[in-house]
């Protein structure tokens, strides 16, 4: 009896090992870098707002499931802070807003997510902070903080154990396990209106992991991530922008995702990204009609885990927030210049 829950605490600490090495996995992370670093929102003059679902390992009971809703924006607090006017027309196919820098940017953000594999799940809240300033006339610095709440989960119905209704395997993990923790990330980026470099590290107190009573000899270990990207382009329609994605975490391979994709009148996409543990990664979207945008991954696995992996699915939908059109402020602009070309008018006719 003994031996059979040892044998069972060891095989569930083997797993939620490999759980905890593995956060939340996105295709769209290069191009949405908020999603992995704090510091990473208020790029933009515009508010933005996600909500991302996506399935992995289609056909296979317990495959991962990961579900997120984020949104980060400027807050003013200068003259030159804040959102700018976007959209203000409601365009249908409209030009995504371009990068901001030469300013200081305070910035805040917010993210909820539900992590699921196996029997495990992980639900977290987290806030953010970031604050922005100019590096140099083409380069801004920013760093950010996050800090927030996960719940931690051991379903025991999803368990399959060597000797079914194991009295000592029900009396310490039976019921339902979890574990509540507060945890944070940090990053830092540097951008400029075609380059983006970002460093973050996300379960930056490496909480110990203990269900129920019982500790295990596993942590939600930190994990390293460093993004980086560039566009070029080519003419006013077509641009290109190849990313690289670094992924580190302790005991685990290093993972690179590096690809690219082709933009077209700054509002529609498609790219093609390769996973070194052996994944391609299609994508296409666009932006579709009132300040919302569309995001569609297809993930397929390639080399030896080809027949394990049938296929993952993920799509996003987006929306970006500006200031609404100032009327008044327009009519104000547009009455000094009547004003200014009626002085001029008669000058014009005194001379």
């Keep these: 009896m003994k031996t059979i829950f ?57 495959a991962p499931r990961t579900f997120l809703v984020s949104g980060s924006s400027q807050l003013n607090f200068s003259p030159t802070g804040g959102l700018s006017e976007f959209n203000v027309r409601d365009e249908s196919l409209f030009k995504s807003p371009k990068v901001t820098i030469g300013k200081s940017k305070h910035v805040v953000g917010g993210k909820m997510w539900s992590d699921a594999i196996g029997p495990f799940s992980k639900t977290s809240v987290q806030l953010s902070y970031a604050y922005h300033i100019p590096l140099s006339r083409t380069l801004n610095v920013g760093a950010g903080l996050g800090m927030g709440y996960s719940h931690f989960r051991l ?70 991530f460093i993004v980086a990207k560039y566009r070029i382009d080519f003419n006013d329609v077509l641009a290109f922008e190849p990313m690289m994605v670094f992924k580190f975490a302790q005991h685990s391979p290093m993972s690179v995702d590096f690809g690219g994709r082709f933009t077209m009148n700054q509002n529609l996409w498609f790219g093609l990204q390769y996973r070194t543990n052996n994944a391609l990664v299609f ?69």
């Design 6 to 62: 040892n044998t069972a605490i060891l095989t569930l600490a083997l797993a939620l090992g490999s759980f905890a090495q593995q956060e939340y996995q996105f295709a769209n992370t290069a191009f949405n870098p908020y999603l992995l670093n704090p510091a990473a929102g208020g790029l933009t003059d515009v508010a933005q707002f996600d909500v991302i679902a996506r399935t992995q390992w289609l056909g296979y009971d317990g």
């Design 283 to 351: 994508q296409f979207g666009g932006n579709i009609i009132k300040n919302l945008y569309l995001n569609y991954s297809y993930e397929q696995s390639v080399g030896r885990i080809a027949t394990a992996g049938n296929g993952s699915h993920e799509i996003g939908i987006g929306y970006y927030l500006g200031k609404n059109r100032n009327v008044d402020k327009e009519l104000r602009q547009n009455k000094k210049e009547g004003e200014i070309e009626i002085k001029e008018s008669e000058k014009t006719q005194l001379q």
């Design 155 to 224: 379903d025991p119905s999803k368990v399959v154990l060597y000797q079914e209704n194991d009295p000592t395997f029900n009396q310490f993990l039976g019921g339902t396990s979890q574990q509540s923790i507060f945890d944070a990330q940090a990053g830092l980026v540097v951008y400029g209106k075609n380059v983006f470099l970002g460093l973050s590290t996300t379960q930056a107190f490496k909480n110990q992991v203990r269900l129920n009573n019982v500790a295990l000899e596993s942590n939600f270990n930190r994990h390293y």
